[in-house]
T-cell receptor, first 112, second 116 residues
Framework: GDSVTQMEGPVTLSEEAFLTINCTYTATGYPSLFWYVQYPGEGLQLLLKATKADDKGSNKGFEATYRKETTSFHLEKGSVQVSDSAVYFCARTDTGRRALTFGSGTRLQVQP | GAVVSQHPSRVICKSGTSVKIECRSLDFQATTMFWYRQFPKQSLMLMATSNEGSKATYEQGVEKDKFLINHASLTLSTLTVTSAHPEDSSFYIC????????????FGQGTRLTVV
């Protein structure tokens, strides 16, 4: 079935460091891919998305490119800030239905 | 973007009582809404898909008699946790999508349920 695999956290970085959070997905159907962010005690907010191969989603300095050949959608940011500390979820649309399948989430901790 | 409002954000209830959680799409019509459950430090697990005017579709392992879902209108879905027990304590999140296309899902703020 559909699945999404994320790198395990927590990821701890210093402010202004480069961030990469790996995400791979099962290659069933033609999914749309998403990154959501969850701040402590809150729901999920869409960070960025890509709907087809080679699309690049970007928002707030974060980027991810839909790579069909490697079934990946890695999240990157060139210079993280303390305010980026949160849990990041990679997700894909389910094949045949309209729910989302989520990765396990990666906690990012940015230290000043 | 579209707004999904979930209420309450936090609730504490006694074992054996029932709790209702509301999920509203404020500025769009959502024929389909989804209910997820999130255990501490874990991902979101789909519980059920709520379809306006028809019965919800539950995921395997989710007790439909315990987690009652009603989708009475195009802007409101409710999840009622019946006869709650401490193991039902969790973070419940709803989401809704526009009709058609591969658009993103819009999520409510979540409800933290604590059963004591």
């Amino acid at each position: 079935g559909d699945s999404v695999t994320q790198m395990e956290g927590p990821v701890t970085l210093s402010e202004e460091a480069f961030l990469t959070i790996n995400c791979t997905y099962t290659a069933t159907g033609y999914p749309s891919l998403f990154w959501y962010v969850q701040y402590p005690g809150e729901g999920l907010q869409l960070l960025l998305k890509a709907t087809k191969a080679d699309d690049k989603g970007s928002n707030k300095g974060f980027e991810a490119t839909y790579r069909k050949e490697t079934t990946s959608f890695h999240l990157e940011k060139g210079s993280v800030q303390v305010s980026d500390s949160a849990v990041y979820f990679c997700a894909r649309t389910d094949t045949g239905r309209r729910a989302l399948t989520f990765g396990s989430g990666t906690r990012l901790q940015v230290q000043p | 973007g579209a707004v999904v409002s979930q209420h309450p954000s936090r609730v504490i209830c006694k074992s054996g009582t029932s709790v209702k959680i509301e999920c509203r799409s404020l500025d769009f019509q959502a024929t389909t809404m989804f209910w997820y459950r999130q255990f501490p430090k874990q991902s979101l697990m789909l519980m059920a898909t709520s379809n306006e005017g028809s019965k919800a579709t539950y995921e395997q392992g989710v007790e439909k008699d315990k987690f009652l879902i009603n989708h009475a209108s195009l802007t409101l879905s409710t999840l009622t946790v019946t006869s709650a027990h401490p193991e039902d304590s969790s973070f419940y999140i709803c989401s809704a999508r526009y009709e058609g296309g591969n658009t993103e899902a819009f999520f409510g703020q979540g409800t933290r349920l604590t059963v004591v």
